[in-house]
Structures are given as C-alpha cells and as structure tokens.
C-alpha cells in the first residue's frame, strides 16, 4: 500500500478504537483537555501507520528518519520484523516501560495508543497485498490475504472509500463529543 492508503488506514482504526480509548482513560477529563488529548492520540495514530516502512528505502519514514533507517534497513527486509506481530509485541513492552516510568501520564498513554494502533493498521493493509507480509517473523513465511497490487487503481478506490470513511467517522464522533 502506498503511503496515503496507510494513513486513512491509521486514521480509521484510530476512530473505530476511540471509543475504548475514550471510555478507559479520557471519560474523566474536562473537555478541552480531552479534546487535546484525542488530538494527540489521532496524530500519533498517523505516525505510527507509517512507522512500519521505516525499513524500505525511499519511504516517507526512512527519509523522515534516516539515522533509524540505518538501523532496520540494512538488518531487516522490507516487510518482514517491522510489520511483524513480534515487531507489535515490542512496541507495546517499549510504551508499557516508558508508562511506568511516567505513572501512567495521559499524554503517553494517547501517544502510545494511537501510534501502536496505527502500526497495527499498517501491517493488515499489507496483508491484502500481493507481497504480504512476514507476521510471525523470525519464520520467513509470507501471509497474504489477497493480491492487491500496491499503488493500483483497486488501491486508490480503496483509499478514497477509507478516505470517506474516516470523514465520516470524525464528523460522528465529534457530534458524540460535543
């Protein structure tokens, strides 16, 4: 998938797990306040739905990050550790050792949500591709649920209808806000 697919894949699984973000950390918070932390929780979801091709030269992550590129790319394929459960599975022990440290800050606890859940999204859009991807990474075997091919016109329908979606989903849960 390119790019804009993951990010209103991001966007999209970000708002569908509002709700349980919403009701087990924010419901307690004055409004404003609230509303600055699902801002950040949104934002970090776009961030995290690009992480994963930290690993792919000529992405927008590696490019944005070219010192952290030197890291996973010359050690891993392209999807393959980044868009791993294992790779998943970290990130979530990384964000529950710096949570603890902060004892439990709201503001990690929405960055750390919306940047998991938006890798998350990123390594299911890239299972309907036709490369797949290596989910149980060490194991070198690839999953793929249909041959979409990156970048074709079947992806950019795709991406508008994710695009349509998420308008409406951010119109909806701002009305339940408000």
């Not at 938006?118 to 999953?143: M, Q, R």
């Not at 209808?161 to 998420?166: E, H, P, Q, S, W």
């Amino acid at each position: 998938m390119v790019k804009e697919t993951h990010i209103k894949g991001g966007y999209l699984f970000a708002l569908l797990m509002l709700p349980l973000i919403d009701n087990k950390y924010l419901f307690t918070y004055e409004p404003i306040y609230r509303l600055i932390l699902l801002i950040i929780y949104i934002a970090f979801s776009y961030i995290g739905s690009l992480i994963p091709d930290i690993d792919m030269r000529g992405s927008y992550a590696s490019k944005t990050f070219p010192t952290v590129y030197k890291v996973f790319g010359s050690r891993f394929r392209h999807r393959s550790f980044t868009h791993s459960l294992l790779f998943l599975y970290l990130l979530c022990c990384f964000s529950r050792i710096i949570l603890s440290y902060t004892d439990n800050n709201i503001v990690f606890i929405s960055s750390f949500s919306g940047c998991i859940i938006g890798c998350l999204s990123h390594t299911i859009l890239d299972l309907f591709t036709k490369e797949g991807v290596e989910l149980l990474y060490p194991i070198d075997i690839n999953f793929s649920v249909m041959p979409l091919k990156t970048g074709s016109k079947t992806e950019k329908l795709i991406c508008k209808i994710l695009n349509f979606i998420v308008i409406f989903l951010l119109g909806y849960r701002f009305y339940i806000l408000i």
